[in-house]
């Protein structure tokens, strides 16, 4: 069963692995992401969410190192996003709802791939191949192509495989859309143990009851981060007893829809 984990995790004795001070991103005149500050904590998961428009997606793609800043400053994994993209891409996992596997290679084949792409030792790869399957359920399911096995199935592997080289952050882009609640439930079983595991998580979700399961969450709105506190302190706040209400209470006054 998922744990509600609102307890924030600021403290003296966790480790910054994402610092953001005043980021900014702009398209000619168009300002998509306008100064935000944040930081987020070692095994800390943090949500990130924002309607359609609102930057969370340009702001993602600066902190993962495809995009650089028009200004400010952010460290990820303690790495410069905008000097040391590649070192933060070798110490961070992405995965998309829109694309994070091979669908014409076999189960296995795509556990390999990922895990050569992310640098782990050749000799390592079978065995770790067999364990990630095993973890997961799919076994059985090794020699079939991945465009033949259920959505849910495809989510939780390509989970396991964006953490199969133990980054220290994993960025969840929309990781559950399409997927029935139980599997998504499940999903987040699977985000649970690599928190514990010391992997900061680092989600955008679309789904308000998700948002609950964060450790803290940011809500952005025209480009600013509008909110950024526990769900639970964040419900006080705004007099509300869902985050889907806290969510439209600031929504409802974004004045853009795309970015």
């Not at 199935?153 to 882009?173: E, G, M, T, Y």
């Not at 399409?178 to 955008?204: H, K, N």
Request: charged fraction near 25%; charge should be neutral; include cysteine.
């Amino acid at each position: 069963m998922i744990r509600n984990q609102n307890t924030g995790t600021d403290t003296d004795n966790d480790a910054t692995v994402i610092a953001v001070t005043e980021l900014t991103k702009r398209f000619g005149s168009f300002t998509a992401v306008d100064s935000i500050s944040f930081s987020v904590q070692r095994g800390e998961i943090f949500g990130f969410l924002g309607a359609n428009g609102a930057g969370k997606t340009t702001a993602m793609r600066m902190l993962c190192g495809l995009s650089k800043p028009s200004g400010g400053h952010g460290t990820v994994a303690g790495y410069d996003i905008r000097y040391q993209s590649e070192m933060v891409k070798k110490n961070i996992g992405y995965m998309s709802q829109k694309f994070s596997l091979y669908e014409d290679l076999k189960v296995w084949e795509n556990v390999r791939l990922y895990a050569g792409i992310y640098g782990i030792d050749r000799h390592k790869i079978p065995a770790m191949t067999d364990e990630t399957l095993a973890k997961i359920g799919l076994t059985h399911e090794k020699n079939t192509l991945v465009r033949e096995i259920p959505l849910g199935w495809k989510q939780k592997l390509a989970f396991s495989v964006a953490i199969s080289h133990r980054p220290r952050i994993v960025f969840l882009d929309e990781p559950t859309g399409g997927v029935d609640p139980i599997t998504r439930r499940q999903f987040w079983e699977l985000i649970y143990e690599a928190s514990a595991s010391g992997i900061t998580v680092f989600v955008t979700t679309h789904y308000m009851d998700e948002a609950e399961y964060c450790n803290r969450v940011s809500i952005m709105v025209d480009g600013r981060i509008e909110a950024l506190d526990t769900p639970a302190q964040l419900k006080l706040r705004f007099h509300s007893d869902s985050m889907d209400d806290v969510f439209y209470q600031l929504a409802r006054n974004a004045k853009r829809s795309d970015a």
